[in-house]
């Protein structure tokens, strides 16, 4: 099973979120914000995905910054990205390459095809 960093500014949906992954298998690191995020991405811990909300409350655009940087740090980093807000084509080319993305609010069962799509080999 994979190790998947999420990042999530709002903690009910990041628990939630932690526990769902978490009940697929999954192991879980988790961030509140890019800084947090950062340290982990940093460290020798693996990580297979990152699982980042685009709009984060401290950093407008957190999760598109927080993805380039991590890929950066992580050549084969997957990364699906997820917000309440719209999502236009325009936006999307701001996603880094081969990102998925989840629109909020977000099923279990949603989110669980999300997941499986990204790691699928």
């Known amino acids: 099973m994979a190790v998947i960093l999420i990042v999530e500014d ?3 949906l990041r628990d939630d ?3 769902m992954i978490q009940d697929w298998g999954h192991d879980i690191l988790s ?3 890019v800084d947090e995020a950062l340290v982990l991405l940093r460290s ?3 990580i297979d995905a990152l699982f980042t909300d685009i709009y984060l409350k401290r950093a ?3 999760g598109y910054e927080l993805a380039h ?3 950066k740090l992580r050549l084969n980093l997957r990364v699906l990205y997820t917000t309440g807000n719209t999502v236009d084509d325009e936006v999307k080319t701001m996603f880094v390459d081969g990102a ?3 629109q909020k609010p977000y099923t279990r069962f ?3 095809h999300s997941v499986e799509e990204l790691l699928a080999p």
């Open 10 to 12: 709002d903690g009910f």
């Open 17 to 19: 979120a932690e526990v």
């Open 31 to 33: 961030a509140s914000d």
């Open 44 to 46: 020798a811990q693996p």
């Open 60 to 62: 407008i655009l957190g």
């Open 69 to 71: 940087q991590a890929i």
């Open 100 to 102: 998925h993305f989840l």
């Open 110 to 112: 949603q989110l669980q």
